[in-house]
């Protein structure tokens, strides 16, 4: 596939399917040189608020190089559950025989990223006047799944050699290492079906929850994620939203999570792909925000290794199944081995169907083929598919290319019959339409891309006097704007909605061309039915407002009249 571009680009959200996205790469930056006594910093040495800004009781709180902490929160697997086949490794300590998997709390930061793999270099740690960045705090981003994998190696051999000074974990217990029959645990990335066990709710939720593609928030999901309605294009500090019923933070938004095992999916049986990233973006959309979707990325390309500038990744602790002889002796005259799913995978969850996370259907499940020698499809169909902005095409959910303005995608070896062609783009409605394939001839598509209330706003290219000139207006037509504010505020943007509403508008809180003119011409009327004539200085004065201690600055602004202001306003 061409490669869309280059530099860091925010991950176009595709539908489970091969994602040849080539480019949007980040280099993860050297490490620097020589030793640094702060590696010997004592456990806790951070504020709180940079590792576990929302700590809860039963958290497990495990060191990391530089005087770090990395916090996971327990996830009970029963045994026998319908749910899944999962059993965790650990042991609670309260001889009820719970069984847990132990997952990160929230996706790795910058800070634990960078302190983790100044160790590994011999490099330095951070330094302390970065601990109070928000940067430091967020999502570390821009890595590819070997970056991750890297990453829980370095962290696993930090914590082996030390592990004789670091205490077993228990209740109440400060900075530990678990262990299981005296091994100590070590770090890697989830596999996929232990992230959508997670996502979904494990055992705390009920069977008609579990099923759903989304967990219930009665706040709303913009208190729970963040994504292209709330994140404006920008990875956010880890634990900022609310947690989900297991209190795991960021599961859905902010950045797409890479996992530990390659892609495979029941459309494509007995294949095994590339990397797959769960969980949404900061640029995905509402109903890209799932339990049941997953995307597949090319690991590599031309310049090496493929890194987006929205994906990161949490860590898992585990721990070796056969820690002696003694215990494989014994799992051996238990019966054998468990029974397996009939295709040799995990079975789905109770009550959730496979055929939403991955809408073709496996080969057990379709209909015995019929007797007799079968005819295989006509593979010659070619479309030509059209788009206003640039924009990742899929046909039948799976990844074709990248469009562009003014050209067209070719997409060769397509089966004749309906075809259901989609189009992608951050800031933009998904388009999608089908089309009949009835020969070789190619078919040409038109796919238009509706702006969101966001990217129509961004495309006016306002200008931070513009900005101010809305909410001078707003105020001259009644409306309450906060002034001191270079942005448009949300108290602004819920005054321009009531605007938008009696006018007729789309009611977005964003400005738009209609309502940019709308506002601008209703705004001069009303300041010329305002202005009086100041016969001293023979221009407009605009009228003091009614409460309040204000004084009058001769400053003037864009459209005559001076600016009133009060400094130490009631």
């Known amino acids: 596939m061409t490669p869309i571009s280059r530099g860091p680009q925010p991950l176009p959200l595709v539908l489970g399917l091969a994602v040849a996205l080539a480019g949007a790469l980040s280099r993860v930056p050297p490490t620097g040189a020589g030793p640094d006594p702060g590696l010997s910093r004592p456990p806790g040495a951070w504020p709180e608020k940079l ?3 929302k700590p809860l009781a039963d958290d497990v709180l495990v060191s990391i190089p530089c005087g770090g902490t990395i916090v996971f929160r327990p996830v009970v697997t029963p045994i026998g559950s319908p749910r899944t086949d999962l059993i965790g490794p650990f042991a609670s300590s309260d001889g009820a025989g719970e069984r847990y998997l132990l997952i990160g709390k929230y996706e790795v930061t910058v800070l634990q990223y960078r302190a983790t793999l100044a160790q590994a270099g011999g490099g330095s740690c951070p330094a302390i006047q970065e601990l109070q960045g928000a940067d430091a705090a967020s999502a570390q ?3 590819s799944r070997i ?10 051999r930090w914590l082996h050699a030390r592990a004789k000074d670091i205490p077993p974990c228990g209740p109440g217990a400060g900075p530990c290492l678990p262990r299981v029959d005296g091994k100590p645990a070590f770090v890697r990335l989830p596999l996929d079906q232990e992230w959508e066990y997670a996502v979904r709710g494990g055992a705390a939720v009920s069977d008609q929850v579990f099923a759903q593609p989304r967990y219930p928030m009665p706040e709303g999901l913009e208190r729970h994620a963040w994504y292209n309605r709330n994140a404006d294009g920008s990875i956010a ?4 939203r609310l947690a989900g019923p297991l209190g ?6 902010n950045a797409w999570e890479v996992m530990n095992d390659p892609y495979r999916s029941e459309r494509f049986p007995g294949q095994i792909g590339g990397d797959v990233l769960r969980g949404g973006g900061i640029h995905s959309a509402e109903e890209d925000l799932r339990a049941d979707l997953r995307v597949e990325l090319q690991p590599f390309d031309a310049a090496g290794d493929v890194r987006t500038a929205d994906t990161g990744f949490r860590v898992l602790l585990a721990a070796p199944v056969v820690t002696s002889l003694s215990k494989l002796s014994a799992q051996s005259g238990s019966g054998g081995a468990p029974e397996r799913a009939p295709d040799g995978g995990s079975p789905a969850p109770a009550g959730v169907d496979r055929r939403v996370a991955d809408p073709m ?8 083929p019929p007797a007799g020698p079968q005819t295989q499809p006509v593979m010659d169909g070619r479309l030509q598919i059209r788009v206003d902005a640039k924009s990742i095409v899929l046909v039948d959910g799976e990844v074709r ?3 562009i303005v003014g050209g067209y995608l070719e997409v060769s070896g397509l089966p004749r019959g309906i075809r259901r062609v989609e189009a992608r783009a951050a800031g933009y409605a998904k388009a999608e339409t089908r089309v009949e394939i009835a020969g070789s001839e190619p078919v040409e598509v038109k796919l238009h891309l509706e702006p969101t209330p966001e990217r129509t706003e961004s495309l006016l290219a306002l200008t931070h006097a513009d900005r101010r000139r809305v909410q001078e207006q707003l105020g001259e037509l009644g409306y309450t704007c906060d002034r001191a504010q270079q942005n448009l505020s949300r108290g602004c943007r819920a005054q321009l909605e009531q605007f938008q509403q009696r006018n007729g508008l789309a009611v977005t809180g964003y400005m738009s061309r209609e309502t940019r003119v709308l506002l601008e011409r209703q705004a001069d009327e009303r300041r010329r039915q305002r202005q009086t004539k100041d016969p001293g200085q023979g221009r407009a004065v605009t009228p003091p407002p009614l409460q309040g201690r204000y004084i009058q600055i001769p400053e003037p602004y864009r459209g005559g009249g001076l600016f009133w202001m009060d400094p130490d306003a009631p």
């Open 51 to 53: 590792y576990n800004p």
């Open 141 to 143: 981003v821009g890595v």
């Open 147 to 156: 970056d991750a994998i890297n990453f829980a190696a370095q962290l696993s």
């Open 237 to 240: 500090p880890i634990g900022l």
């Open 248 to 253: 795991l933070h960021d599961l859905y938004g």
């Open 361 to 368: 259907p496996s080969a057990s499940e379709s209909a015995p």
């Open 401 to 403: 290319g990248a469009a």
